[in-house]
């Protein structure tokens, strides 16, 4: 990708490798991780994946800029547990979501001492939380079709 060293740390099981399907996204990257503990069902998913990150970009060299992609799954459910609860709601959302903001400040500033990079956050999907009478994310709609994300440049 246009001189970029490109790194994804996946966090839902479409990063996987593990079928044909979470193969996909990870063979456009020139090095790709997955871990169980990224995935949802772990309270310190974010944790996990920014440790990763800060450690890989730890061996970069500083040669080519490096484009770093962190697919966040802990804003994907189930996040009830955010709130020490079985249920998902805009609350836990939101509370997943201050969660991970926890660890992005670690992960720009564990950052900022390398010469170039892009990195781009998100989420797989948005959620319908009663939007117009809908609940869930298996359906098309706009509000499923929002998806979280951000993205930072430097240098």
């Not at 770093?68 to 994907?76: M, R």
Request: net charge negative.
């Amino acid at each position: 990708m246009h001189g970029y060293r490109t790194v994804c740390v996946g966090g839902v099981t479409y990063f996987s490798a593990e079928t044909p399907l979470g193969s996909v996204l990870p063979a456009m990257f020139h090095e790709a991780h997955w871990r169980p503990e990224f995935c949802s069902l772990e309270i310190d998913s974010t944790r996990h994946q920014v440790d990763l990150a800060l450690e890989l970009a730890d061996t970069y060299d500083g040669r080519r800029p490096l484009f770093l992609f962190v697919n966040i799954s802990a804003t994907h459910v189930p996040h009830g547990h955010y709130l020490d609860s079985s249920t998902d709601t805009t609350a836990s959302q939101a509370a997943a979501l201050a969660y991970v903001d926890e660890h992005l400040g670690r992960l720009l500033d564990g950052l900022t001492a390398k010469k170039q990079w892009l990195v781009i956050l998100c989420a797989d999907h948005g959620d319908a939380y009663g939007d117009d009478g809908y609940q869930g994310r298996g359906i098309a709609h706009p509000a499923v079709w929002n998806v979280p994300y951000a993205a930072w440049v430097h240098g």
